[in-house]
């Protein structure tokens, strides 16, 4: 009985994650309403920055120990678009994204007000800008696809 309670020791407050994943990332997708209907807010990376310059994406970043990936996608997005985590509705999570490159990604969906998306003011050193794109576009637009030969 004394090894299965070391197993149970050793295992105790243990949170199943991804084996050897070695970073974990995550995203705010957030949603708002605009003239052109419900929309996704999306930003371009600043050219400036040394990892994926230019790339359109969601605000996000790496999660930090401690933390769990709904606070890393809520400090990042108000570190880069000064949205305040008590501005966005949170609506779920996504499947998460695992990497061949050893790290995983988790959507974090949310909502923001029309109000909330006026004062967006992206951050110059992360975001060159930032922009709506209505959910039609990608449920109405077949997706481009590439191949290597």
């Known amino acids: 009985m004394r090894d299965l309670e070391k197993i149970e020791a050793r295992w105790a ?8 994943a070695s970073f974990r990332y995550a995203v705010l997708c957030p949603f708002a309403e605009t003239p052109e209907g419900l929309s996704l807010l999306l930003e371009a990376r600043s050219p400036d920055l040394k990892s994926h310059p230019g790339e ?8 930090e120990p401690g933390e769990t990936e709904t606070d890393c996608a809520l400090r990042e997005t108000e570190e880069e678009l ?9 609506l779920g999570l996504g499947d998460f994204i ?3 490159a050893g790290f995983t990604l988790q959507p974090v969906l949310g909502a923001i007000t029309a109000e909330t998306l006026a004062a967006v003011r992206p951050s110059p050193a992360e975001v060159a800008e930032s922009f709506t794109v209505p959910v039609s576009f990608f449920t109405g637009t077949p997706p481009e696809v590439y191949t290597y030969t």
């Open 13 to 20: 407050g243990h949170v199943p994650a991804l084996m050897d």
């Open 56 to 63: 359109v994406c969601f605000p996000g970043g790496r999660v």
């Open 82 to 90: 000064a949205i305040p985590p008590d501005r966005v509705r949170l």
């Open 98 to 100: 695992c990497s061949v």
